[in-house]
């Protein structure tokens, strides 16, 4: 391997949980310089790429990806993080394997890196923050499991459990599980007391995140709705908002806008796309649903998705949260990039204000 080519080279690597297979194409010519297999370790990337000179390096975006995109980006190379999501090349691919994986990387990367739709990590700190958040949302996940699990078993007894708000339910049903239960049910509750002060103890750290090392969730938390956990996600997530160059692209980073397929024989009504981040989609759902539920204060967000609520049907309901939930991702991002006070009805008053001058 010459000088010369190892700065023309495109690199694909296919990560695995032990070994990752390498696969370099000169991008001049296309020809193949060198594969083989590395150890998935800090120490093998280290000792492989430190001291090669730059090269395109292109990865799939998983579990392994932000260590080994930092460590090589730090090593000076040029990395494009592929989107999982985009590559039906890799995915639909009859003949798959990690080497196969690997040469398609490479050789998208020489052609082209947009074909890639090529991803950004976040930052290392922003990675650790959302780590408590997920750590959280997997401890209220195990809680609504548990809880339907014991009502479900005393209702196979012919009984039924009162109603109760999730966080104090070990609290109120014990006295009402019947005898014969009490073996089986008792250390569930003692498991569900243990996973509330748990998930107490991260609403803690969260509120103490948010204050202290993310001051930009003051300005998201302005809108009603907006509480410290979708507030912080949002940082975390969105990392950086001058990726953006409208706050509207947020909505279909984040999923929320309709699929198109869009054709001569028509443009049908599709589902979302669901694509970015689940998690900071569902936290903004539910935003959503509490600024149109009964709680909810009056403001222009509120007032647009009860109109849309109001068309009718069996899916308008839905699909006013959804929208709404798209629009308060715009709006969030907005907040944040100008440092504006938030207006709960600026549309509403410039629209009185227009009519009052007529």
């Known amino acids: 391997m010459t000088q010369s080519s190892v700065n023309h080279l495109s690199i694909g690597?296919?990560?695995?949980d032990r070994y990752s297979h390498m696969y370099v194409l000169d991008r001049a010519t296309r020809e193949v310089v060198e594969e083989g297999r590395i150890r998935t370790t800090?120490?093998?990337?280290?000792q492989r790429f430190?001291?090669?000179?730059?090269?395109?390096?292109?990865?799939?975006?998983?579990?392994h990806s932000p260590w080994v995109s930092r460590l090589l980006t730090a090593a000076g190379h040029e990395v494009?993080?592929?989107n999982a999501y985009k590559l039906r090349l890799i995915y639909e691919n009859d003949s798959k394997s990690d080497r196969v994986d690997a040469e398609y990387l490479a050789r998208l990367a020489a052609a082209d890196p947009k074909l890639l739709h090529p991803l950004e990590h976040r930052k290392e700190e922003h990675q650790a923050t959302r780590a408590v958040l997920i750590a959280r949302d997997r401890l209220v996940a195990c809680r609504t499991k548990l809880i339907n699990s014991i009502r479900g078993t005393v209702k196979a007894f012919g009984e039924r459990l009162p109603s109760s708000d999730t966080s104090v339910f070990y609290k109120k049903v014990a006295d009402h599980v019947p005898e014969a239960l009490r073996p089986a049910v008792g250390p569930l509750l003692e498991t569900l007391a243990y996973i509330e002060q748990r998930i107490r103890a991260y609403d803690k750290e969260i509120e103490r995140l948010g204050a202290q090392a993310y001051p930009q969730t003051r300005a998201l938390r302005q809108v009603k709705g907006?509480?410290?956990?979708?507030?912080?996600?949002?940082?975390?997530?969105?990392?950086?908002?001058?990726?953006f160059k409208k706050s509207r692209d947020v909505g279909s980073y984040l999923g929320l806008r309709p699929r198109r397929r869009s054709s001569?024989?028509?443009?049908p009504e599709l589902r979302i796309s669901k694509a970015g981040d689940g998690m900071l989609r569902r936290h903004l759902v539910q935003s959503a649903q509490y600024m149109l539920g009964p709680h909810g204060v009056d403001c222009d967000l509120k007032r647009w998705g009860l109109k849309l609520a109001a068309r009718g049907g069996k899916t308008a309901k839905k699909k006013a949260i959804v929208?709404?939930?798209?629009?308060l991702a715009v709006l969030l991002h907005r907040l944040w990039i100008t440092g504006q006070p938030y207006e709960p009805l600026r549309n509403a008053n410039k629209a009185a204000a227009k009519v009052a001058t007529v």
């Open 13 to 16: 690597i296919d990560l695995g």
């Open 42 to 46: 800090r120490s093998a990337f280290e």
């Open 50 to 63: 430190a001291e090669m000179p730059p090269a395109r390096v292109a990865i799939e975006v998983g579990t």
């Open 80 to 82: 494009k993080i592929a």
């Open 226 to 243: 907006v509480g410290p956990i979708t507030s912080l996600n949002y940082v975390v997530t969105i990392s950086n908002p001058q990726n």
């Open 264 to 267: 001569g024989r028509g443009d």
């Open 323 to 327: 929208a709404v939930a798209r629009k």
